[in-house]
C-alpha cells in the first residue's frame, strides 16, 4: 500500500483493515462512486468476486460466513447497488451469520438535499443490522472497520453495513493511520450457582428432551452434545439450522423438527416435562409447537439470554461456553439409559426414506429424490437447500452427520439464495463437494450466477426440482383454503439455458437416472445443472399421514 505522498487514500485504508482482518474475498459489483475501493483491492491479496447482481454477491458473502464463522464481505455501489444487498444482509442477520456489507454513498456535500441517486441508506440498513453507520473521514476508517468486525463475528453474529461517502474514499489517509490490532471476545465459563440449579431439575426429570438449535452448530458444541446425550440417555432433536450438530445416525438423535406441521419427532416433546434447549433461537422454530401449554420447564443453554415469549419461559438459563455448560451439567447429573423414543422416530424416519429409496415413479417423488441425492454426497459433503416443498422434504429426511453440512435459510426463509450461496460456500471450503438444491422458482431469480461460475472457473454443481410452480405455497394454499391460484409458471428448456453460459445441462428421464447422473456432475470440476421433474403429489399425501398419526412411541 502506498504511503502519504503517493496519495494514499482512506479507500487503500479501508483494504488495509480488511487484509488485518483476515479477509480472503469480497464478492460485489464496482461503481463510479467506489473505483478507488475496487482498484485498492485488485493492488491487495483479497479476491475479488465479481458477481451478475449485489443480491446474489450478498448470498455468496452470506453463506461464506455461515460455513467460516467470519464474517463475509460484500461490496456495492450507492443508491440501487446498496439497495439491492438488502436482502441477502437481512437474511444474515436473522440467519445468526456474520457479514459486512459497504457501499458507496454520495458525498457529504450533497447528503443535505435533494440529489442523483441519493437514499439514506444508513436508516434503510438500520433496521436489519446489528450496526449501520456512515464512514465520517479517512481517520475514522480503522476504528469502524475494526467495530464492523468485531460487531459481526461475536455472538450473537449478524449484519453490519458502512456507508462510504465518495468524497470520503478519495480523502488523504495519513500514514500513521493504521489498522487496529483484533481482540476476539471469548465466551465466559458457565456459572456453578446455574448449573447446580439446572442439575436438581435433571435429577427429578421424568423425561427430559433435548433441543439443538444453529448456536450449538455454530459454536462447534457437537462433541459436547454427544458426550452430554450418551450420559444422561435425553433424546436430541435439532432445528433445520441445528442439523448435524449431533450425528442423525447417532443413537439418541430424533431427528430435525421444524416442519410446517406435527412431524415425527414432535412427539418426542408431548410427553417431555423439561426440555434442555441448546443454542436455540426463537426464529428458528416457534417454541408454541413444541410446549403449547407453556407447562415445561425449560434449561437455556447459550452464549446470550433468552428472548421472552409465552411459550418459552426459563427456568434455569446458563449463559457462556455451550460446550464448558453442557460438560459441567453432564458431571453434575447421574447417568441414565437411553430413551426408546429416539430409535423408534429414527426407524419411522428411515422406513420413509427406504420406501422412497424404491420409488421407481416419474416424475420423481421427494423421498426419491431426497435418497439419492443423500447417496450422492459424502458424510461430510456441504448441501445448500433454497426455500420452498423442497426445503421442507430435505429438512426433515436429508441424514445429516455434521453441522453446517446442510444449509438453509430459517430466519427469513429467503427464496434464490442457494445458488448463488453454494459459490461463497465453495470459496470457503475447496476441499469439499457443494451441491445447490433448489425448486424451478428459486432457481431462476439467481440463475444468472452461472456466469459468474464458469467465469471464476469455480465448480458448481445444481440439482433443480422442476414442478412449474411455487410448489410449497401451493401445498399450503391445499391446505388452509382448498383452493390455488397464481402458483404456475413454465421454465426455460434449462439444460439448454445452462450450454448457453458454457454449463452442462442435464436432465433426468426416468428415476434410475437421478443418481448417477448426480455422481458424474459431482465429479466434474466444471458447472453442471441437473433438472429432475418433481411429483408433488406426495405433498398432501405427507402432511394427510403425518395428521392421523397418533403417538408412535
Same mark, same amino acid.
Given at each position: 500500500?502506498?504511503?502519504?505522498? +503517493?496519495?494514499? /487514500? !482512506?479507500?487503500? =485504508?479501508?483494504? !488495509?483493515? %480488511?487484509?488485518?482482518e483476515g479477509v480472503e474475498v469480497v464478492f460485489g459489483i464496482p461503481g463510479e462512486e467506489n473505483m478507488r475501493l475496487t482498484n485498492a483491492l485488485d493492488a491487495s491479496p483479497i479476491r475479488y468476486v465479481l458477481t451478475r447482481h449485489e443480491q446474489a454477491a450478498s448470498f455468496m458473502a452470506e453463506m461464506y460466513g455461515r460455513v467460516t464463522g467470519k464474517a463475509g464481505v460484500v461490496s456495492a455501489t450507492l443508491g440501487p447497488g446498496a439497495i439491492n444487498l438488502q436482502l441477502g444482509v437481512a437474511d444474515a442477520n436473522t440467519n445468526s451469520t456474520p457479514l459486512v456489507a459497504l457501499s458507496a454513498q454520495v458525498g457529504q456535500f450533497r447528503e443535505y438535499k435533494e440529489s442523483h441517486q441519493f437514499v439514506d441508506l444508513v436508516s434503510l440498513f438500520a433496521p436489519i443490522t446489528q450496526f449501520a453507520a456512515s464512514v465520517p473521514s479517512a481517520a475514522a476508517v480503522p476504528e469502524m472497520l475494526r467495530r464492523a468486525f468485531? /460487531?459481526?463475528?461475536? &455472538?450473537?453474529?449478524? !449484519?453490519?453495513? %458502512? @456507508?462510504?461517502? &465518495?468524497d470520503v474514499e478519495i480523502e488523504a489517509a495519513p500514514a500513521a493511520l493504521k489498522p487496529l490490532p483484533l481482540n476476539?471476545?471469548?465466551? &465466559? @465459563?458457565p456459572s456453578a450457582s446455574q448449573v447446580g440449579r439446572a442439575a436438581a431439575i435433571l435429577r427429578e426429570a421424568r423425561n427430559p428432551v433435548l433441543l439443538a438449535g444453529h448456536g450449538a452448530a455454530r459454536n462447534h458444541a457437537s462433541a459436547a452434545l454427544a458426550r452430554f446425550a450418551e450420559h444422561t440417555g435425553v433424546a436430541v432433536a435439532t432445528t433445520f439450522h441445528g442439523k448435524g450438530? %449431533?450425528? +442423525?445416525?447417532?443413537?439418541?438423535?430424533?431427528g430435525t423438527i421444524g416442519f410446517m406441521r406435527r412431524d415425527y419427532a414432535n412427539f418426542g416433546f408431548d410427553q417431555a416435562d423439561v426440555i434442555i434447549a441448546v443454542g436455540y433461537e426463537l426464529q428458528e422454530f416457534d417454541p408454541v409447537k413444541i410446549n403449547p401449554d407453556g407447562d415445561k420447564q425449560i434449561i437455556h443453554i447459550h452464549r446470550f439470554p433468552a428472548e421472552v415469549d409465552a411459550h418459552y419461559s426459563v427456568a434455569v438459563g446458563i449463559e457462556g461456553d455451550i460446550s464448558a455448560s453442557l460438560d459441567a451439567l453432564r458431571e453434575a447429573v447421574p447417568a441414565r439409559e437411553p430413551h426408546a423414543g429416539a430409535a423408534k422416530i429414527r426407524e419411522l424416519v428411515g422406513a420413509e426414506l427406504a420406501r422412497g429409496r424404491q420409488d421407481d415413479r416419474f416424475p420423481l417423488s421427494p423421498q426419491r429424490i431426497v435418497a439419492d441425492t443423500r447417496a450422492a454426497l459424502d458424510r461430510d459433503d456441504i448441501v445448500l437447500v433454497d426455500t420452498g416443498a423442497v426445503k421442507m422434504w430435505m429438512a426433515r429426511l436429508y441424514p445429516t452427520y455434521a453441522a453446517n453440512t446442510c444449509l438453509v435459510s430459517n430466519g427469513l426463509s429467503t427464496?434464490?439464495?442457494?445458488v448463488p450461496g453454494a459459490l461463497g460456500v465453495h470459496l470457503a471450503r475447496p476441499d469439499r463437494r457443494v451441491l445447490a438444491v433448489t425448486g424451478d422458482g428459486s432457481f431462476l431469480m439467481h440463475s444468472q450466477e452461472i456466469e459468474t461460475a464458469v467465469r471464476e472457473r469455480l465448480p458448481l454443481t445444481v440439482l433443480v426440482w422442476e414442478d412449474s410452480g411455487y410448489g410449497l405455497i401451493e401445498w399450503k394454499m391445499r391446505l388452509e383454503t382448498g383452493k390455488v391460484s397464481n402458483v404456475r409458471f413454465t421454465n426455460p428448456e434449462i439444460t439448454q439455458y445452462a450450454?448457453?453460459?458454457?454449463? /452442462?445441462?442435464?436432465?433426468?428421464?426416468?428415476?434410475?437416472? %437421478? =443418481?448417477p447422473t448426480l455422481r458424474k456432475a459431482l465429479d466434474d470440476d466444471g458447472v453442471s445443472i441437473v433438472v429432475a421433474p418433481v411429483d408433488y403429489a406426495e405433498n398432501i399425501s405427507l402432511t394427510d399421514r403425518l395428521g392421523l398419526l397418533t403417538d408412535p412411541l
Open positions: 500500500m502506498s504511503d502519504e505522498r +503517493d496519495g494514499r /487514500t !482512506a479507500a487503500d =485504508l479501508i483494504v !488495509a483493515c %480488511l487484509v488485518a468485531k /460487531t459481526a463475528q461475536s &455472538e450473537r453474529p449478524g !449484519a453490519v453495513y %458502512l @456507508a462510504v461517502p &465518495e476476539v471476545v471469548h465466551p &465466559e @465459563a450438530v %449431533l450425528a +442423525d445416525d447417532h443413537p439418541n438423535s430424533m427464496m434464490g439464495f442457494a450450454a448457453s453460459f458454457g454449463a /452442462t445441462g442435464y436432465r433426468v428421464s426416468q428415476a434410475s437416472e %437421478l =443418481l
